[in-house]
């Protein structure tokens, strides 16, 4: 499966942003869908994870509360919605799709987007 993310942006603290990933290829129900994050010089964090139906989310605890992943399996797309951001979230965020329900490891996915650049200013 190929995956294309899109959304990131800059916003100062306190804002919103909305992240899109957009599959194609094999058929997209069959995957568990993450969102990750990365900063310079840092491991890729786990961020968020929907399961293959959406009746199932689980999120990274400094996440929690301030941000939604969800999916449509209609439209092959999984998205992240970003509220009440902070500094700390600048990162470049991955979506991922794998077959392991609540993997929180990169090892856990196989496939990866490109990656988005998100910016949070104070």
């Known amino acids: 499966v190929q995956l294309q993310a899109s959304g990131g942006g800059s916003v100062q603290a306190g804002g919103s942003l909305r992240l899109s990933c957009a599959a194609s290829?094999?058929?997209?129900?069959?995957?568990?869908m993450a969102w990750f994050r990365r900063t310079p010089g840092k491991e890729r964090e786990f961020v968020a994870v929907?399961?293959?139906?959406?009746?199932?989310?689980y999120y990274e605890d400094s996440v929690k509360g301030r941000f939604t992943i969800s999916r449509d399996n209609a439209k092959n797309t999984v998205n992240l919605q970003m509220n009440s951001l902070k500094p700390e979230d600048t990162a470049v965020y991955y979506c991922?799709?794998?077959?392991?329900?609540?993997?929180?490891?990169?090892?856990?996915?196989?496939?990866w987007g490109q990656g988005t650049q998100v910016t949070v200013s104070s």
């Open positions: 991922a799709a794998g077959r392991t329900w609540n993997g929180i490891r990169a090892d856990d996915y196989d496939y």
């Open positions: 290829g094999r058929a997209f129900s069959n995957y568990v």
């Open positions: 929907v399961n293959w139906s959406a009746s199932s989310t």
